[in-house]
């Protein structure tokens, strides 16, 4: 970071894994706190790629929490630590002695959160969670897509952004909270109630009228027309938006179809949703002879709202896209791209994204930093294979 | 198990409760939501002739009118109301006495230079000030590469429906607010925060960007079959559609097996290899398709649960209204709605964790009279 972030100061030791969790702590390592990741060899297992998508900014402690003594490590640091972060299942962390019961009263400041799958209390709290899983339950799989289609999913974490998001918010309350108490608190977050939090107007028509609403496809409840069309090539489509009836003007103009403007069935939006599918067939005529590149362009000439549909590769290249994204260097050595955070605080620049650490890298480090360990016992501790 | 829950404050004393301005549109109004959430005073500040919001189908009364959306019921759960036209000098006028007696404006379509004047005139203040939030939602959709990896392969991408972007970009929004909050306390002094609502799109990207760049993986639509690992996806059940998630590990195969009871799959010993099971993934998954689609998707759920294999229910609104999880954690709570009476009304996600009791949307203008005054 470029000068010290909001959050700068702040101790948080980071017990989390796939993806929550780490996207919690990661953005919190992005506004200036202090991540400290504990890893042990068992989870190391796997892709050796080190993902700047859960790692970056953080440091890495190597810990075996299988032994007492690195569980007595652990403790000590919690005991010095403002947040605590975790997202196993329930029993996981009582095992190891890591529960806020055991470290509460070594520390009243501790804000302790549990991201789990369904949280840690009622009839679903034992269920396994997946994104997937919760993609489905969550009411999206059957909100997006058009009528009739089969379940249609999102390729990428969704739910896990949206519980670590809340998951954020609620640390920074919580935050806010023990200025004026000076303790810190539980808190038991379940990702499926911060998914469904997010489809609650759906859920509450659901709820007025015992019915679930339509699914619009790539339609807007009240512009019109509005859809992705396809174009010229394999897998290559536009989108569009008309909301005004300027906008609707120059679109009649621009198909070649002035006939539209005279039609009374077409005249406002309302009627123009009535007659919508006539409307989707005359612009995929003109959009299929395009590139998607071309389509946008003239649509956008003409006043349009309108978009192709830009691929990873696309958004990376594009010089008016991908502002959120910094390069990083991977443990590799390669170049890649991480994004950052999407706002700024007055005038100061985005977080910049450090190569993620290898696993253990900050071990002496952080035992120096936050419990003044000397070398002896740091090295003590490793002639154990209590520190990995 | 309650006494695991974390402790509930009934509600924030008049100390703690700030007053915070809403001037957001539908990529803000979450952020706004979950200040309400918190206990906050929120004072939602719309034009008189309704905005963006509240125009939003579907409607929960018998037509379209300002009062009945479904995302404005939801959305401004817990606000008030003032209606005031930002775009006259009058108008801009009553909005900087209010701004006098407020914490905190969310805001999107003010100037830079109109929210410094009143951070001057305030320095307890803080601003959160939304850019690039008048992009349509289709057409940010496919700028920021996110539609190319919603939907079926080869078929129509498609945004994800219920404007759930916007929940999201709305929890950046607020991500940015509670940091810029947490300073004020700290320091007394007020902030200055600008989110970029496109760049909050783009965010979601990140991973399908990172492989992309940092690995040569590409990222596409996937479906909902075999979409995660070969033998997962969303599969018919007899009311629907339950989905099933086996990683990419062998141990839950043979659980699975056992389950199934399927004379050809058990019969192939080679399909305890992950690799193979990936080769005939599609015999696979139209063996559990044809075995399934029989039984109810909450039996089948439950029974993959009981044997620790991943599993949930593909769910609809009208489902979730009666969800047995979301009624006992509180999330849902009855109500006598004075629009819609006796029903379930979701609470919210940070709501039900501060055990917060949460207001109805207030109707327009509502709270002219009493806060203007």
Not at chain 1, 67 to 85: E, F, K, M, N, S
Not at chain 1, 129 to 157: C, H, K, V, W
Not at chain 1, 340 to 348: A, R, V
Not at chain 2, 156 to 181: D, K, N, Q, R
Request: aromatic fraction near 6%; charge should be negative; charged fraction near 20%.
């Amino acid at each position: 970071m470029s000068e010290p972030g909001p959050l700068a100061g702040l101790r948080v030791l980071d017990f989390s894994h796939v993806f929550a969790g780490p996207f919690c702590t990661r953005s919190l390592a992005d506004m200036g706190a202090d991540v400290v990741h504990v890893e042990s060899a068992s989870r190391q297992a796997g892709d050796r790629y080190r993902a700047a998508y859960q790692h970056r900014n953080k440091r890495s402690i190597g810990i075996n929490l299988k032994t007492g003594a690195g569980q007595q490590v652990a403790a000590r640091l919690a005991a010095v630590a403002d947040i605590i972060v975790e997202n196993f299942s329930s029993s996981v962390m009582r095992r190891l002695n890591l529960d806020y019961a055991s470290l509460a009263p070594a520390n009243r400041r501790l804000i302790y959160i549990s991201l789990s799958g369904y949280g840690h209390t009622g009839p679903r709290s034992e269920w396994l969670s997946m994104n997937m899983n919760l993609q489905a339950y969550t009411g999206l799989m059957l909100m997006t897509g058009f009528e009739g289609d089969p379940p249609t999913a999102i390729s990428n974490s969704w739910n896990d952004y949206i519980g670590g998001l809340h998951g954020i918010i609620a640390i920074m309350q919580a935050l806010a909270d023990r200025v004026d108490s000076g303790a810190g608190r539980y808190i038991d977050l379940s990702q499926f109630e911060c998914s469904v939090a997010t489809v609650g107007a759906l859920l509450l028509a659901s709820a007025v009228s015992g019915k679930t609403p339509p699914r619009l496809g790539n339609r807007s409840s009240d512009d019109a027309p509005q859809g992705v069309y396809p174009c010229a090539g394999d897998d290559q489509w536009v989108a569009l938006t008309v909301q005004t009836d300027g906008q609707w003007r120059a679109l009649a103009e621009l198909l070649g179809r002035s006939g539209f403007l005279a039609d009374e069935r077409l005249s406002t939006a309302a009627a123009r949703m009535q007659h919508h599918e006539e409307l989707d067939a005359a612009i995929a005529a003109w959009t299929r002879e395009q590139t998607p590149a071309a389509a946008a362009s003239r649509l956008q000439s003409a006043g349009i709202p309108a978009e192709r549909m830009r691929r990873v590769a696309d958004v990376v290249d594009a010089p008016d896209s991908g502002a959120v994204y910094r390069p990083f260097t991977t443990a590799g050595g390669r170049s890649a791209l991480a994004a950052t955070l999407p706002f700024t605080f007055g005038e100061s620049a985005l977080s910049e994204v450090e190569t993620p650490h290898e696993m253990g890298a900050d071990t002496r480090d952080v035992l120096r930093d936050w419990l003044e360990m000397n070398g002896d016992e740091i090295g003590a501790l490793e002639s154990d294979r209590v520190l990995v | 198990m309650k006494s695991a829950r974390s402790k509930a404050i009934a509600s924030l004393s008049e100390a703690k409760r700030l007053r915070v301005l809403d001037v957001t549109g539908p990529a803000g109004v979450y952020a706004a939501r979950l200040l309400a959430e918190q206990g906050h005073e929120v004072i939602r500040i719309e034009h008189p002739a309704g905005d963006a919001v509240r125009r939003l189908g579907p409607f929960l009364g018998p037509s379209p009118n300002l009062e009945d959306g479904a995302y404005h019921q939801f959305f401004n759960a817990g606000k008030r109301s003032v209606a005031l036209d930002l775009t006259s000098d009058e108008g801009l006028a009553i909005f900087a006495r209010l701004a006098q007696s407020a914490d905190v404006i969310v805001a999107s379509g003010l100037q830079h230079a109109d929210l410094a004047r009143l951070r001057a005139r305030d320095q307890h203040l803080v601003t959160v000030r939304l850019v690039n939030d008048d992009i349509p939602e289709l057409i940010a959709y496919a700028r920021s590469g996110l539609l190319s990896i919603t939907g079926h392969p080869g078929k129509t991408p498609v945004l994800m429906g219920g404007h759930i972007i916007y929940a999201a970009t709305g929890l950046w929004v607020m991500v940015a607010t509670s940091a810029a909050l947490l300073v004020q306390k700290a320091t007394g002094r007020g902030q200055s925060v600008t989110v970029d609502i496109q760049q909050c799109f783009e965010t979601f990207l990140d991973m399908a960007v990172e492989n992309y760049t940092g690995r040569n993986r590409p990222t596409e639509r996937r479906g909902y079959r075999g979409a995660v690992t070969a033998v997962s996806g969303a599969f018919p059940s007899s009311d629907g559609f339950w989905m099933l998630s086996l990683g990419d590990g062998n141990d839950r195969w043979p659980v699975l097996m056992d389950w199934m009871q399927d004379p050809v799959l058990a019969g192939d010993p080679a399909l305890a290899e992950y690799d193979e099971r990936q080769r005939q993934r599609d015999r696979i998954l139209d063996r559990i398709s044809a075995w399934a689609k029989a039984l109810p998707k909450i039996d089948l759920v439950t029974e993959a649960q009981r044997r620790h294999i991943p599993a949930a229910p593909v769910a609809t609104t009208s489902e979730l209204a009666d969800d047995p999880q979301l009624i006992e954690r509180g999330f849902l709570v009855n109500v006598d709605h004075p629009r819609y009476g006796r029903m379930r009304f979701p609470r919210g996600a940070l709501a039900t964790l501060w055990d917060h009791s949460i207001g109805f949307a207030p109707t327009l203008g509502e709270g002219n009279a009493e806060i203007l005054s």
